[in-house]
């Protein structure tokens, strides 16, 4: 017979001095089994009560506690080991994802970043002077640039080893995320099916808006971080308060992070306290930290405006209107179209694109991730009120942002589908917390596992595909040559050029018109076009970059007369002046 912790009952036999046992009973958290109405992460969990033999005196008197020593050892050893395997995992994803962002050339996006993060780490820490797009990435991915170029310094392997730590912890984030409180098999089961996922990105495509340039993909790092404390964290009044600040701190990187991140947790929040005060009858009380979590997402939107405001008072950088409004009704069956082709470019199955070859048998195999997360948004969205907070989150930012997507002027035929690159992570992380539990009962592992050495294979492929040099590298080298080291240009070459050349040459990019050059105000700094700090003396044109990157050289004769010269290299002309071409700018 036992005594049960914290009600002072025992044996008979303690006062002979007897051995005997003592049951300490806590109360454990239950886990998500991904099945509707079998419970979640949040609800409770029988008690687990642990037998630990005692030995008491005559007297009464605690004696040693024999099994205390081995108390928790376990759970030591299971802890350094996912520990030592995420860590190892780790450093291999980051030298994988580093070789396939290679297979992308760095463009002016990525390079933009780059020297933004490069003043930073040299005192301009509030970015004055500069004009961003409408994401400033300010708290995001610009502190990782910072990171890494003081190790590296300035030059386009930056833009690699930045995006190649940001897609590693995407990675590694989902997986844990997946895994919720799971442990043993169905635990590894759910981190290895949203990892396998994402594991490897397509080349081509999937290596361009995944492991190049910031551009939204990242912002779902700060956003796992907050899932992961709403998912692993008590209940308990700091919660929320941690959450709202976490998202004020993605929001004024990137201000999609309304869209993907508080309008989702506000909206569920709102839906689970309903149900439970107003449909079940429960006391307030037992929805406060829902409650509290809704308020401090909303709040955050605010506090988020009051930041960027306080850092524009100080002279910080000043940041584009956001370009997206609601789209004509005609367009909605187009953007449909564009969305649809947007996951498939995501998850690594888009072959509208591409001939038969290599590249559709890479497709074909992305193919079952896909399908996994199909099937699991399909539950999520299905049984999605019997789900636990953070499935019904993942779920609900999924719904908004392709909503968002379709119904806006967001969507193209180029690289729009980069608003809805979350959609990735959050599909993947659905997939390992509600399928695992399913695909162990129905013995599919030994499936899942060949289509994990499915994707590692896709992975090696894309580790082997050639490195390729930065966009502008030969037109770098060509300008070092002809000691050509302050000029004009295009976006498309301006930064590029900068960065490639490390700093030694500069490329401004003004706004040029048919009929007038005034300063840069797409990812430029005033200064550059202050003819008392530079002296430029040649322009560079290409049509290689399309037609909106195009000068046409007449524009170029209007605006400075005729050059002393004018070269040819390659894709490229290059106009030189024997005068400082910054004093006709207006």
């Known amino acids: 017979m036992s005594a049960s912790y914290g009600h002072g009952t025992a044996s008979p036999g303690h006062a002979a001095g007897s051995a005997d046992t003592e049951s300490v009973a806590g109360p454990a958290g239950a886990e998500d089994t991904g099945e509707p109405g079998t419970g979640s992460d949040e609800a409770e969990a029988k008690p687990a009560v642990i037998e630990v033999a005692t030995r008491r005196g005559v007297a009464g008197q605690p004696g040693a506690q024999y099994l205390a020593p081995q108390l928790g050892q376990p759970a030591k050893r299971w802890l350094w080991l996912w520990l030592t ?77 930045s995006a190649a730590i940001t897609y590693t912890l995407l990675v590694l984030l989902a997986g844990l995320l997946a895994k919720g409180k799971k442990t043993g098999k169905e635990g590894l089961a759910r981190v ?82 309903y149900q439970g005060i107003v449909q079940r009858r429960e006391p307030v009380r037992e929805h406060a930290f829902e409650l509290w979590l809704a308020a401090a997402a909303l709040i955050s939107v605010g506090v988020t405006g009051g930041v960027v405001k306080v850092l524009g008072h100080l002279g910080g950088y000043v940041a584009a209107p956001l370009n997206a409004t609601f789209a004509s009704s005609a367009s909605w069956p187009g953007n449909l179209a564009l969305t649809a082709e947007g996951v498939l470019g995501l998850y690594g199955t888009d072959v509208t694109r591409q001939t038969l070859g290599m590249v559709t048998a890479i497709a074909l195999v992305h193919v079952a991730g896909l399908a996994l997360a199909a099937w699991a948004f399909g539950r999520a969205a299905r049984w999605f009120f019997r789900h636990d907070l953070v499935t019904q989150v993942l779920a609900a930012a999924i719904m908004v942002n392709l909503a968002a997507y379709v119904f806006s002027t967001l969507p193209d035929n180029n690289w729009g589908n980069r608003e809805i690159a979350n959609v990735l992570a ?105 003819p008392r700090l530079h002296d430029a003396n040649f322009v560079v044109t290409t049509t290689q970059d399309g037609p909106g990157f195009y000068i046409p050289p007449a524009w170029i004769i209007h605006a400075f007369g005729n050059p002393a010269r004018t070269y040819h290299c390659g894709v490229w002309t290059i106009m030189t002046w024997n005068k400082n071409l910054l004093t006709d700018i207006r």
């Not at 860590?87 to 291999?92: D, K, R, S, T």
């Not at 070789?99 to 005192?123: C, E, F, K, Y």
């Not at 300008?479 to 000029?487: D, E, P, Q, V, W």
């Not at 930064?495 to 050059?517: E, K, M, R």
Request: hydrophobic share 50%; with cysteine; aromatic share 8%.
């Open 85 to 161: 395997g995420y860590v190892v995992a780790g450093v291999l994803l980051f030298l994988c994802y580093l070789r396939i962002s290679g297979t992308a050339a760095v463009t002016s996006d990525g390079a933009s970043n780059a020297l933004q993060a490069w003043q930073m780490l040299h005192g301009n820490w509030l970015l004055r002077g500069w004009t961003l797009t409408d994401v400033s990435f300010y708290t995001t991915e610009l502190p990782e640039y910072v990171l890494v170029g003081i190790f590296r310094g300035l030059g386009p392997a930056d833009v690699h080893v």
């Open 192 to 273: 290895l099916i949203a990892a396998g996922i994402m594991i490897a990105p397509q080349v081509g495509a999937g290596a361009f808006l995944l492991l190049l340039s910031p551009d939204h993909t990242g912002t779902g790092v700060p956003l796992l971080l907050i899932f992961l404390l709403l998912d692993r964290a008590p209940r308990r009044w700091w919660v929320p308060l941690l959450a709202g600040l976490m998202l004020v701190w993605v929001q004024v990187g990137d201000r999609l992070a309304i869209t993907i991140g508080t309008v989702p947790i506000v909206a569920v929040c709102i839906v689970r306290a």
């Open 426 to 530: 959050f599909g993947a992380v659905l997939a390992g917390r509600l399928l695992a539990g399913r695909l162990i009962e129905a013995r599919l592992l030994p499936a899942l596992a060949a289509v994990a050495c499915c994707y590692l294979i896709v992975l090696g492929y894309g580790v082997t595909r050639p490195q390729v040099p930065a966009h502008d590298q030969s037109l770098t080298g060509w300008l070092s040559r002809h000691r050509l080291t302050t000029g004009l240009g295009s976006y498309a070459e301006g930064n590029s050029v900068t960065l490639d050349s490390h700093g030694a040459i500069q490329v401004y990019a003004p706004t040029w018109a048919p009929n007038s050059v005034r300063p840069g105000k797409h990812e430029a700094q005033a200064s550059q076009f202050d």
